[in-house]
């Protein structure tokens, strides 16, 4: 299992910044890194893959409506996840979630692969 905290969410106007923060614990014997990726669920739409990558190296994926804006990114001596938003847009509102899996993953941005989630932090974008 792999605890989750986020933060960092707040209310931006259109084109400003933001970062998100995911403090994660990993309670495995053999403290394989995990998997972690970056949700967001807008009011009335469904909970969708905005980044991912692995914890213990590779490359980052990204949604398409984020691709070039966002970057999500982690610090192992930390243990946090990160997720730096830029250009920010009103459609970017939502509830963001923090999500992690020990278990291998074949789609990285499907929320059924992942089996810890964040308590989730409010992002809000004005025009």
């Known amino acids: 299992q792999v605890l989750l905290v986020e933060s960092g969410g707040g209310s931006v106007q259109a084109g400003g910044s933001l970062r998100l923060a995911c403090a994660y614990s990993t309670y495995t014997r053999t403290r394989m890194r995990p998997y972690m990726a970056w949700f967001r669920r807008a009011p009335g739409k469904e909970r969708e893959g905005v980044a991912s990558l692995y914890s213990g190296g590779g490359s980052a994926l990204y949604a398409d409506s984020v691709k070039g804006r966002f970057t999500i990114s982690h610090d192992n001596a930390k243990d946090r996840l990160y997720l730096q938003m830029d250009a920010l847009k009103p459609e970017d509102t939502a509830m963001y979630y923090c999500?992690?899996?020990?278990?291998?993953?074949?789609?990285?941005?499907?929320?059924?692969?992942?089996?810890?989630w964040g308590q989730g932090t409010q992002v809000t974008v004005s025009s």
């Open positions: 999500a992690a899996t020990n278990r291998g993953v074949g789609y990285p941005l499907s929320r059924d692969e992942y089996t810890s």
